[in-house]
């Protein structure tokens, strides 16, 4: 897969994905404004999750691996992108698979490369954060690897954007029209504080990561 079945490892490979998620936000009219720094090194990322749109718009400023719901691969374009980026796909609807899921993580992380996950499980509008499922937090223990949260907000004249948002039973082709319909779309990315995971369990991670993405959510 251009230029090998790792290739997304190498630095060639990270700027090309990191270039392609960039064109493909300007395509879709997404005006991004980045707040803080995100981590360089292995990191394991913790955002909340609002829209199909938040893996090109966290992989236009930092180029890293999702772990994502296996229909994702599916969808038109952002499957495509996201395969392209090395992501791991789960079935997160079979706790039994839950163990193979952090394993997959593990290695993943240990490879060097920034790796990032919803841990809500879900969509929602972006005003709230949903409760965190905590067993994916496991393998930045297992790995030592630090913990860095974002918090995503999409934004229309200065209020929650329910077009962007991908909840419930939108149909994503009609979503995905109606984002691109728009003359452009507003979306703060904040990175937060790294969290280390040295005396940490992973419930205390999980709420840390979640308490610091509802205080930018709260801020507005």
Same mark, same amino acid.
Request: a positive charge.
């Given at each position: 897969?251009l =230029? =090998?079945p790792?290739? %997304? &490892?190498?630095?060639? @490979?990270r &700027?090309? /994905?990191?270039?392609?998620?960039? %064109? +493909?936000?300007?395509l879709?009219g997404?005006?991004?404004?980045?707040?803080n720094r995100?981590?360089v090194? +292995?990191?394991l990322? /913790? *955002?909340?999750?609002?829209s199909?749109?938040?893996?090109?718009?966290?992989?236009?400023?930092?180029p890293?691996? #999702? &772990?994502?719901?296996?229909?994702?691969? %599916?969808w038109?374009?952002? @499957?495509?992108?996201?395969?392209?980026? @090395?992501?791991?796909?789960?079935?997160?609807a079979?706790?039994?698979?839950?163990?193979r899921s952090?394993?997959?993580?593990?290695?993943a992380l240990?490879?060097?490369r $920034?790796?990032?996950?919803? $841990?809500?499980?879900?969509?929602?509008? @972006?005003?709230q954060?949903k409760?965190?499922?905590?067993?994916? #937090?496991? *393998?930045?223990?297992?790995s030592?690897?630090?913990?860095q949260a974002i918090a995503?907000?999409y934004l229309?004249? =200065?209020r929650?954007?329910?077009i962007a948002? %991908?909840?419930?039973?939108d149909?994503?082709?009609a979503?995905?029209?109606?984002?691109m319909a728009? $003359?452009?779309?507003?979306v703060?990315v904040h990175?937060?504080?790294? &969290?280390?995971?040295?005396q940490?369990?992973?419930?205390?991670?999980?709420?840390?990561a979640?308490?610091? /993405?509802?205080l930018?959510l709260?801020r507005?």
């Open positions: 897969m =230029g =090998g790792r290739w %997304y &490892l190498s630095p060639q @490979g &700027l090309a /994905i990191q270039r392609w998620m960039q %064109y +493909s936000c300007a879709l997404l005006r991004i404004q980045q707040f995100p981590r090194e +292995s990191t990322f /913790i *955002a909340n999750h609002i199909f749109l938040d893996i090109p718009v966290v992989s236009s400023i930092v890293v691996r #999702f &772990l994502a719901k296996h229909t994702v691969r %599916y038109p374009v952002i @499957g495509m992108l996201t395969q392209l980026t @090395g992501s791991v796909f789960i079935q997160r079979k706790r039994s698979l839950i163990h952090v394993d997959a993580l593990d290695v240990r490879e060097t $920034p790796v990032a996950i919803f $841990p809500e499980g879900t969509t929602g509008l @972006g005003d954060v409760k965190f499922h905590t067993g994916l #937090f496991q *393998a930045a223990i297992d030592a690897t630090p913990v995503l907000r229309r004249q =200065g929650t954007d329910r948002a %991908y909840i419930d039973k149909n994503f082709v979503k995905l029209l109606a984002v728009q $003359p452009y779309t507003d703060q990175f937060c504080a790294p &969290l280390f995971p040295e940490r369990g992973r419930q205390r991670l999980a709420r840390q979640r308490e610091q /993405i509802e930018v709260m507005g």
